[in-house]
């Protein structure tokens, strides 16, 4: 399925963030994860739970339920689903068939987000995670922003390449955070089992108003601009700005904003996007004298988001298409290999092919 090959979709046996911690409650959250329904909720504990969204009785979805203990209850015909899954009462019968269970999911709650395993939950692999301390999620002296969350109305992989090739900040992003300077800039590609990354080092780089603005940014600056692909769909990095004439390996920014993007398949043509950030006691306090309009950083965000959209439109209206790569496009294009990689090495029941889809 474009933009991936015929028949590829995404695979399961991988952790995708599912939900913001502030999103899971005693309420029953409804999400559909790669084209199946998910309910999402919390133990009398506060553990996250994550159950198979539909009953398997009459197929109503179970997020229009009801919290009970660490159980959900059908909302249609009252049957009690644990949080293991197993049904353990029918109000219309004594018996309770076999069959009668809703998949659990195996779950993990780090940092502010909810991680989900969509393949079966006994081969859920926690090395497979992201090191949360690693990235600096958990670091004390870095001030973090909650993450925010879309649903975005196109298909995951096309966010994915969104933020793989980061050469449309000089459009798309022209008056917030891009410059003319950072396509034409060639970026370095480095990548190893499971990741790819792209970095670019640009001397004497064009800032724009908005970031000296909200930034605080005087004088000329160099800058650096990094981002790592986690397959199938975390990404990581940096935006830092420098004097100029910095060497990276020997000074320190002046600025140093570390980013973070989670992208997970919802439906064939939709998908969830998470997005946050953080920066360090010094960009903090330089950023808090010139605080950045609302508006104007979610634009950022937003702007991909519609971006994206736009694509699907066309591609569900006019139909699929064969693209014209550019030199540019070369680690996207080394990005979705691996992918399809990724999903072509599940086992052919577990893989993510599309079902009924070509």
Same mark, same amino acid.
């Given at each position: ?22 999103? =899971? ?6 999400? !559909?994860?790669?084209?199946? $329904?998910?309910?999402?909720? /919390? ?27 660490? +159980? ?5 015909? &009252? ?5 293991? &899954?197993?049904?353990?009462?029918? $109000? ?8 009668? /269970? ?9 940092? #502010? ?14 090395? /497979? ?35 793989? @090739?980061?050469?449309?900040?000089? =459009?798309?992003?022209? #008056?917030?955070?891009? &410059?003319?300077?950072? +396509? ?9 089992? &499971? ?30 601009? *990094? ?6 769909? !975390?990404?990581?990095?940096?935006? /830092? ?9 020997? @000074?320190?920014? *002046?600025? @140093? ?5 989670? =992208? ?23 950023? +808090?004298? !010139?605080?950045? #309009? ?6 950022? !965000? ?35 290999? *691996? ?20």
């Amino acid at each position: 399925m474009y933009p991936l090959s015929a028949g590829l979709y995404a695979p399961r046996n991988r952790w995708y963030v599912a939900a913001r911690s502030s999103e =899971v409650s005693r309420t029953p959250l409804e999400r !559909f994860i790669l084209n199946e $329904p998910v309910v999402f909720y /919390r133990t009398e504990a506060g553990e996250p739970v994550a159950l198979a969204g539909r009953c398997p009785h009459r197929g109503y979805p179970l997020g229009r339920g009801r919290i009970e203990g660490d +159980a959900v209850i059908c909302g249609y015909h &009252g049957l009690r689903f644990e949080a293991d &899954g197993r049904c353990s009462h029918i $109000p219309s019968q004594a018996i309770i068939p076999p069959k009668c /269970r809703a998949k659990s999911y195996a779950v993990v709650e780090l940092w #502010d987000w909810i991680w989900i395993w969509p393949g079966e939950a006994e081969t859920a692999d926690l090395a /497979r995670l992201p090191d949360h301390q690693a990235l600096g999620l958990t670091d004390p002296a870095w001030i973090k922003r909650p993450p925010l969350y879309w649903q975005v109305e196109g298909r995951y992989q096309l966010l994915n390449d969104n933020l793989l @090739d980061l050469s449309h900040l000089t =459009v798309l992003h022209a #008056d917030t955070i891009g &410059g003319g300077d950072v +396509a034409g800039t060639e970026e370095r590609h480095e990548e190893g089992e &499971g990741w790819v990354r792209s970095l670019r080092w640009i001397p004497n780089a064009t800032v724009t108003d908005w970031v000296r603005k909200s930034r605080g940014v005087e004088g000329e600056v160099d800058r650096e601009i *990094m981002l790592t692909f986690v397959a199938p769909g !975390f990404h990581h990095g940096h935006d /830092r700005y420098f004097p100029a004439g910095s060497d990276p390996a020997r @000074d320190a920014p *002046m600025l @140093d904003i570390r980013i973070f993007h989670a =992208v997970a398949p919802a439906t064939l043509t939709q998908c969830h996007y998470f997005a946050s950030s953080a920066v360090d006691p010094a960009t903090y306090a330089l950023s +808090a004298k !010139f605080p950045p #309009d609302p508006a104007s950083a979610i634009r950022i !965000f937003t702007e991909d988001v519609e971006a994206i959209g736009e694509i699907e439109r066309l591609l569900g209206a006019a139909g699929e298409f064969q693209e014209l790569p550019l030199r540019s496009d070369l680690h996207a294009l080394r990005g979705r290999r *691996m992918l399809e990689e990724m999903i072509l090495a599940e086992k052919p029941a577990d893989a993510g092919a599309l079902r009924s889809v070509s």
